[in-house]
């Protein structure tokens, strides 16, 4: 490829998966030990959290037997739940990106991805059901809680679904199309904000006043820090172009 250069300060991302060699063999991605390390401690926090959040639930319905219910209590605690159900969500999601599952057992697939938001149905509407058919509470309780408590559920729903799950035929793939425009090494750059890796470090897009840092390191570091999935559409055409290789249409 073409000698690239830039201006702007690079950092190489750390950890056993920065290794990069030029190669042409097809491998199918397999997360380090390192990263799967940390996927595991990622995980054990987060289930720590949703116990928490299901806790904190139970409490809360306990308060609901009470003849007298403490409205501000159960706001305060529906909160408290909340916040422990999104920490559980945005750790387990990342330890996915880290340790991602296979797409060819799909329970096991949707199950390790879409935890955060079974998790957060329960942590939140068996609360909603008992809220507004508790004979305790007055209408106005009912109406001011309750909306309360749906908004926590939907807002824990949102932060729970992964929407772009990662697999490991996908990292394999991306892998596999950087390594073909790449002289067969697994090797790319990203910024802070970007939402593109990129097979140059001056590329335009990454080479403004704005830019202060480019981050290094593979395709699989990328997604798994800053949750980055395509490849830039101006550096593969260069890569392409450089290779004599038609456009892909």
Known sequence: MAEKKTTKKITRVGGDGTTVSAT??????????ESKSKAKTLRLIAIASWLIAIGIEVVAILQLRKPEVNTTLLIILIAGALIFAVIGSLLWKKANRLDPASEKDKVKFFIQNQLGLIMSIIAFLPLVILIFTNKNMSGKQKGLIGTIAIAALVIAGIFGIDFNPPSIEQYTEQTEEVKALNDGVNHVYWTKSGKSYHLYPD???????????IFEGTVAQARELKNITDLCDRCEKRARKEKGLEEKE
């Open 24 to 33: 042409s063999e097809k491998k199918t991605f397999v997360a380090s030990d």
């Open 203 to 213: 590329c335009s897009y990454i080479n403004t006043d704005r830019t202060t840092e």
